[in-house]
């Protein structure tokens, strides 16, 4: 028992040491930090992105080593929002303990540079592209005009993709030029033969006339790529893609925010192309409720929507959206079996970040599956992003209104269509005089 105890103790004593050591290493911009920056932060944190400051040099990115360790420590950056009890993402932002440990020592012992020869090569951004160079850029022909001030309606621009054959997506990007106004765009694929705004003029931008609610905007197409605020490129595992069919067009539904300097924006998207033929087609559902009314000051409003699946999927990523009163959303799912999960829990969710969970193994979601949404809203004045906590809150275009969608990706069998998935299949009607 002795020596068990006396080496007991030697180890303890060596433990203690190297931990000191390692905690007494030297830790410099260039051997340890970079690293961590290129690998998790960079992507928003360079020129011409939507972060406020580079951190893609040591000169422009030592004035703020004390503000890159209070959001660390504090898990405010990088936004990534997921309960870490449900589920596995591919694409989770979220740092590593050792990783908040690096950047948290370099502020804390002067945030040195080191020396160059120890900086990894720097990432090859393409220009204006965060998933590599397009195959392809589509692009609105003329610039948007924003006022200063004022409620700016939802603007469309059709632009003719000019394929004479169907592509599928493999990777896509949306980008704005003017990132400080434009709040979001969608671009959606116009097949041929859809009346999806037919007789709308072609690459000018228009405002479809006001409508009741599930009028002539939104959802008539499919949806392709989109851009808001923490966005990150769409990109598609080997043997899954998204389908453009030869004639279509690219509706882009742009929404922007007057901030009090007026501008303009020319807003565009990238795709690269599937380099062999897929296998199976992602589409993109939404799981919405525009049935709500919050009531004024209420601080913990639920609201629910949920999709019934007809066909066999299998789930690729969830996408929550709601806007400035946005509390909580869970994702849920309930299979043919009767057994349910929770796919996705963001118990802080935050409208600043427009965030899609990548799921890390592929769930199969038979026909008959239940995806449910389930949100909160918070319309109180503790709300610090509350416009006004003395209004009723229903569902709207604008940010000042609220919006409670669960778009979610699934891959469908190559001939599946978005009207097989969605709608339940009726049996055809007996023939007149046919036998019972």
């Avoid at 116009?190 to 609610?213: C, L, Q, T, V, Y």
Wanted: hydrophobic share 40%; aromatic share 10%.
């Amino acid at each position: 028992m002795r020596v068990l105890a006396i080496t007991g103790f030697v180890f303890a004593a060596f433990a203690s040491f190297a931990q000191a050591a390692t905690s007494t290493k030297e830790v410099t911009f260039n051997k340890d930090v970079l690293p961590v920056l290129q690998k998790n932060c960079q992507g928003c944190h360079r020129p011409g992105e939507v972060a406020p400051m580079s951190f893609m040099t040591y000169e422009s990115t030592r004035p703020w080593a004390k503000a890159i360790k209070t959001a660390v420590a504090t898990k405010k950056m990088p936004p990534w929002f997921a309960d870490p009890k449900y589920g596995h993402f591919l694409n989770d932002r979220s740092l590593s303990a050792s990783e908040v440990t690096v950047l948290t020592a370099w502020a804390d012992s002067g945030a040195k540079a080191g020396d160059a020869k120890f900086a990894p090569k720097p990432i090859a951004f393409a220009e204006g592209w965060a998933m590599g160079k397009p195959d392809m850029i589509i692009q609105i022909p003329e610039a948007v005009q924003i006022p200063a001030t004022g409620t700016i309606d939802y603007q469309y621009v059709i632009v003719p993709s000019g394929l004479t054959e169907d592509k599928w997506v493999q990777m896509g990007e949306a980008r704005p030029s003017n990132p400080q106004l434009t709040h979001h765009i969608i671009a959606f694929v116009r097949e041929p033969g859809n009346p999806w705004f037919k007789g709308s003029p072609i690459g000018k931008a228009f405002i479809p006339e006001r409508h009741s609610e599930g009028g002539n905007r939104g959802g008539q197409g499919d949806f392709l790529v989109a851009y808001a605020p923490g966005t990150m490129p769409i990109q598609m595992k080997p043997g899954q893609a998204k389908l453009i069919k030869a004639g279509s067009d690219i509706v882009f539904q742009l929404h922007y925010t007057a901030n009090g300097k007026a501008g303009q924006d020319v807003s565009r998207i990238g795709l690269i192309f599937s380099k062999e033929p897929p296998t199976e087609r992602i589409m993109t559902v939404a799981a919405a409720n525009p049935d709500f009314a919050i009531p004024a000051g209420d601080a913990n409003y639920k609201v629910e929507s949920k999709v019934t699946l007809q066909a066999d999927s299998k789930l690729v990523q969830l996408s929550p959206h709601m806007h400035l009163r946005g509390k909580d959303f869970e994702y849920r799912v309930t299979y043919p079996s009767g057994e349910k999960e929770v796919l996705l829990s963001v118990p802080a969710y935050t409208f600043a970040w427009q965030l899609s969970y990548y799921l890390d193994s592929q769930k199969v979601l038979p026909k008959g599956t239940i995806i449910e949404c389930v949100a909160h809203f918070d319309n109180s004045k503790n709300n610090p992003a509350n416009p006004d906590p003395t209004k009723i809150i229903k569902f709207g275009e604008q940010s000042w209104d609220e919006m409670m969608i669960g778009f979610f990706d699934v891959a469908v069998p190559l001939n599946t269509s978005l009207m097989d998935l969605m709608r339940p299949k009726t049996a055809p009607k007996p023939r007149a005089g046919a036998e019972e």
